[in-house]
């Protein structure tokens, strides 16, 4: 049987019976059944993405689903249907070779412009043979003439649709690029996580050398939305970003897990430095403030931090769960630091 080319491959009777489930829980959440709401819950259902339908459970659970938190991740959705309709990697590297052809032939057309009008100006000044330059100036000429002219024009018309090309490539790498960042945080999303942490294995193997994973999760994160509302809370979480994309260098990299999660894997690092990073970001968080409008208290945030070292020749998933019990044995307590050794 061939694959259906849409999302959602379900029978008329199987959708209605995931609908049904849908509405109740629209009902049940006592949200607008929207096309957001709809489509989300839908997803959730149907389990088709596994991340954001736990995304998802998880927000209900902490009955933080609404309107301002969900649509982040519907934004997310729409990229990453649009990321997979476009098969950028087949169609980058058609786009590739074309321009490489297309600037080979460009550099070699004007070469030979060069030797024709050269041997134009060879035989206009040999009168010696009249017959020659006669048919020369007759026949040969013009129709040079006609292919120097025709060859403008495809070069005009080469360059134009080199334009093009470029622009579209351009939006491609653009809508691949949009589909792995976090909309609210301009940092890398789950999925630009999974991209993230498979090259850090891989450099890991090619250079011999580990890096280290920290998982850091804002405490009472829940309250400060409460308290202070979402869009105070997505503004904390943008700050958070803009906080560890500071203390990070060179080679490391930050990724937004999900809700108040983040992920951070340090480039070729020790587990004992991985230690004092993570203390001192706990540190550097705890010690800051938000100042909020129509608020006398500034909003202060604390993080609870998990380490583990990558050990050669394991998978992501292997040291995430090391880091993720330690972030849960650090969550029992807040504002502190724990690394795998402690398990």
Same mark, same amino acid.
């Given at each position: 049987?061939?694959?259906?080319?849409?999302?959602?491959?379900?029978?008329?009777?199987?959708?209605?019976?995931?609908?049904?489930?849908?509405?109740?829980?629209?009902?049940?959440?006592?949200?607008?059944? $929207?096309?957001?709401?709809?489509?989300?819950?839908?997803?959730?259902?149907?389990?088709? *993405?596994?991340?954001?339908?736990?995304?998802? $459970?998880?927000?209900? #659970?902490?009955?933080?689903?609404?309107?301002?938190? +969900?649509?982040?991740?519907?934004?997310?959705?729409?990229?990453?249907?649009?990321?997979?309709?476009?098969?950028?990697?087949?169609?980058?590297? %058609?786009?590739?070779?074309?321009?490489?052809?297309?600037?080979?032939?460009?550099?070699?057309?004007?070469?030979?412009?060069? $030797?024709?009008?050269?041997?134009?100006?060879?035989?206009? @000044?040999?009168?010696?043979?009249?017959?020659?330059?006669?048919?020369? #100036?007759? =026949?040969?000429?013009?129709?040079?003439?006609? %292919?120097?002219?025709?060859?403008?024009?495809?070069?005009?018309? %080469? =360059?134009?649709?080199?334009?093009?090309?470029?622009?579209?490539?351009? *939006?491609? *790498?653009?809508?691949?690029?949009?589909?792995?960042? *976090?909309?609210?945080?301009?940092?890398?999303?789950?999925?630009?996580?999974?991209?993230? +942490?498979?090259?850090?294995?891989?450099?890991?193997?090619?250079?011999?050398?580990?890096?280290?994973?920290?998982?850091?999760?804002?405490?009472?994160?829940?309250?400060?939305?409460?308290?202070?509302?979402? !869009?105070?809370?997505?503004?904390?979480?943008?700050?958070? @970003?803009?906080?560890?994309?500071?203390?990070?260098?060179?080679?490391?990299?930050?990724?937004?897990?999900?809700? #108040?999660?983040? +992920?951070?894997?340090?480039?070729?690092? =020790?587990?004992?430095?991985?230690?004092?990073?993570?203390?001192?970001?706990?540190?550097?968080?705890?010690?800051?403030?938000?100042?909020?409008?129509?608020?006398?208290?500034?909003?202060?945030?604390?993080?609870?931090?998990?380490?583990?070292?990558?050990?050669?020749?394991?998978?992501?998933?292997?040291?995430?769960?090391?880091?993720?019990?330690?972030?849960?044995?650090?969550?029992?307590?807040?504002?502190?630091?724990?690394?795998?050794?402690? !398990?």
């Amino acid at each position: 049987m061939s694959r259906s080319p849409l999302r959602y491959p379900d029978s008329p009777s199987e959708s209605a019976i995931i609908a049904e489930q849908v509405f109740k829980e629209i009902k049940a959440l006592k949200v607008a059944a $929207t096309p957001v709401h709809f489509t989300l819950l839908y997803e959730k259902s149907s389990q088709l *993405d596994p991340e954001l339908a736990e995304n998802l $459970t998880e927000l209900i #659970e902490a009955e933080e689903y609404n309107d301002l938190t +969900v649509y982040p991740l519907f934004l997310d959705l729409l990229k990453s249907i649009l990321n997979q309709q476009l098969p950028t990697k087949e169609v980058g590297s %058609l786009l590739s070779e074309a321009l490489t052809s297309i600037s080979s032939w460009s550099a070699q057309s004007c070469e030979q412009q060069k $030797t024709l009008e050269k041997s134009i100006d060879f035989l206009k @000044s040999h009168q010696q043979h009249h017959d020659v330059v006669s048919h020369t #100036e007759h =026949n040969i000429l013009p129709a040079i003439k006609e %292919l120097h002219q025709a060859t403008g024009e495809l070069q005009k018309k %080469l =360059n134009e649709s080199a334009a093009v090309i470029k622009k579209l490539s351009r *939006d491609l *790498d653009d809508a691949n690029h949009l589909a792995k960042t *976090d909309s609210l945080t301009g940092i890398a999303n789950r999925r630009g996580y999974n991209e993230i +942490v498979m090259k850090k294995i891989k450099q890991a193997k090619a250079e011999s050398q580990t890096f280290g994973m920290l998982l850091l999760d804002l405490d009472h994160f829940k309250s400060v939305n409460d308290n202070y509302g979402h !869009l105070v809370g997505d503004s904390a979480l943008r700050y958070i @970003s803009k906080l560890l994309k500071a203390e990070i260098k060179g080679h490391d990299e930050i990724a937004r897990f999900g809700g #108040e999660e983040f +992920v951070i894997l340090l480039h070729n690092i =020790n587990y004992d430095n991985a230690l004092k990073f993570g203390e001192k970001l706990r540190a550097t968080i705890e010690k800051k403030s938000l100042r909020i409008k129509d608020h006398d208290k500034p909003l202060r945030l604390t993080a609870s931090i998990g380490i583990a070292i990558y050990q050669m020749g394991e998978s992501s998933d292997d040291v995430f769960q090391r880091a993720d019990k330690a972030l849960y044995m650090a969550k029992t307590k807040r504002n502190c630091v724990r690394g795998e050794h402690q !398990l």
